[in-house]
Nanobody, 127 residues
Framework: QVHVVESGGGLVQAGGSLRLSCAAS????????MGWFRQAPGKEREFVAA????????YYADSVKGRFTISRDNAENTVYLQMNRLKPEDTAVYYC????????????????????YGQGTQVTVSS
């Protein structure tokens, strides 16, 4: 079972950038769909971005498209989320997730289909 650990969160002003990392162990990331989700206080967990195993096809939530970029480094077994032009509404705990055998409709809409999540990293964007 793959294990993932997030890092890179912090406090940043609106318009700034952060890069989140998700280090995986116990499995190779290019055999998993790797996703990022976020959860703000009082809100449900929401999909942010994902990268499909093997093909590397990328998926983004409309709210982050054009600002966030998901990538992976197979040699480091790490997935990244580059976040640019951050907004206060991006404030949340960000979670990395790994899953296998997800169908396309599951990637964005069914977070329970991912096999494992990390503990999360806090991102706070001040106005």
């Amino acid at each position: 079972q793959v294990h993932v650990v997030e890092s890179g969160g912090g406090l940043v002003q609106a318009g700034g950038s952060l890069r989140l990392s998700c280090a995986a162990s116990g499995g190779t990331i290019n055999t998993y769909t790797m996703g990022w989700f976020r959860q703000a206080p009082g809100k449900e967990r929401e999909f942010v971005a994902a990268i499909r195993e093997n093909s590397g096809t990328r998926y983004y939530a409309d709210s982050v498209k054009g600002r966030f970029t998901i990538s992976r480094d197979n040699a480091e077994n790490t997935v990244y989320l580059q976040m640019n032009r951050l907004k206060p509404e991006d404030t949340a705990v960000y979670y990395c997730a790994a899953g296998r055998r997800l169908i396309v409709s599951d990637i964005r809409r069914n977070p329970d289909r991912y096999d494992t999540y990390g503990q999360g990293t806090q991102v706070t964007v001040s106005s």
